[in-house]
């Protein structure tokens, strides 16, 4: 539960906070806040309760006209324009110290030209590019000064680097060069969405999420943790809390598997509840963070507090 996080997007949520943060949570994941008035509730709030603060980029809505920074786009003004973009956010953001600052990585996504994608939600068309016009080759070049920039910019603002996998590719799940790039910039980090994980798997034939859990969950920051339903024709229940009763073969994401994976490869991994709570009822939230907690726990150790969270 120490490792515990829930998510604040739009604002300050007084009653979401209220029922979803717990006593001894981490802390909290902020993103788009659209008033500089809830920032600084939510600086006071940490501040007299002791969690951390979290920023899912960008903090502030409102200040560009797409959500993500194309750090990564082939056109040089489209990549200083990021670059500029975040460094303005980072000045801002100082005086809520944030411990980690995300990132959606990579940004623009390469997309497979193998698969169908329409399934996969995108803010804008320039948040892609297909793999066709996108080579390895400048997927490195970029993704090694981009990595660079973030390793002394995290130094400068004192914060950790997060970088979250969007929709991937192969040339980040059939070679070794981000893994060698992990362990060059070991304070860089990684979040694993298991939505975002999941939804792929369904479908991307190429793409095996366990496996990706696997090789990367070790330099994992943080799980983004929500289930969603997948079946045949539709795709459901986006952002649902996970629940030992939604079972993988009625179509919902194997949690319990990822899970199993995550605790062995990084078992002091933060756990970012990154689901809608008003998707189910009070005593399903609490179920919800025990049987994650569970989940997540040595089974080794004694169960003797199982029962409480």
Not at 48 to 53: D, E, L, T, W
Not at 151 to 164: Q, Y
Not at 286 to 297: F, M
């Amino acid at each position: 539960m120490k490792n515990f996080m829930i998510g604040q997007y739009g604002g300050f949520d007084q009653a979401k906070y209220a029922r979803d943060f717990k006593e001894g949570f981490y802390g909290i994941e902020a993103c788009l806040f659209d008033s500089e008035e809830d920032i600084q509730k939510l600086q006071r709030e940490s501040q007299a309760k002791g969690f951390a603060i979290g920023v899912h980029f960008p903090l502030r809505a409102g200040q560009s006209e797409l959500r993500d920074a194309l750090f990564m786009d082939a056109h040089d003004q489209t990549r200083a324009e990021a670059f500029e973009r975040i460094e303005r956010e980072l000045a801002f953001m100082a005086f809520i110290q944030p411990t980690y600052i995300l990132f959606h990585y990579p940004k623009p996504v390469i997309l497979d030209n193998r698969v169908d994608w329409s399934e996969w939600r995108f803010y804008d068309s320039r948040d892609y590019v297909w793999e066709h016009v996108y080579t390895e080759a400048e997927f490195r070049y970029r993704s090694e000064q981009l990595f660079a920039w973030l390793a002394e910019k995290g130094k400068e603002f004192h914060f950790t680097p997060v970088l979250e996998f969007d929709a991937l590719n192969r040339y980040v799940y059939e070679t070794e060069f981000l893994e060698c790039l992990l362990q060059k910039y070991p304070m860089i980090k990684l979040c694993l969405d298991t939505g975002r994980l999941f939804l792929q798997e369904k479908i991307d034939p190429f793409f095996d999420a366990r496996p990706v859990i696997q090789k990367y969950a070790k330099y994992a920051w943080s799980i983004h943790l929500k289930s969603m339903k997948v079946t045949a024709d539709k795709v459901e229940f986006v952002h649902f809390p996970v629940l030992p009763e939604c079972k993988p073969e009625a179509g919902w994401a194997p949690i319990e598997d990822y899970l199993t994976i995550i605790r062995k490869e990084n078992p002091h991994v933060k756990i970012m509840f990154e689901h809608r709570s008003d998707q189910v009822t009070d005593e399903q939230l609490e179920r919800c963070y025990l049987w994650v907690k569970q989940l997540l726990s040595d089974p080794h150790e004694s169960t003797s507090s199982s029962n409480s969270i």
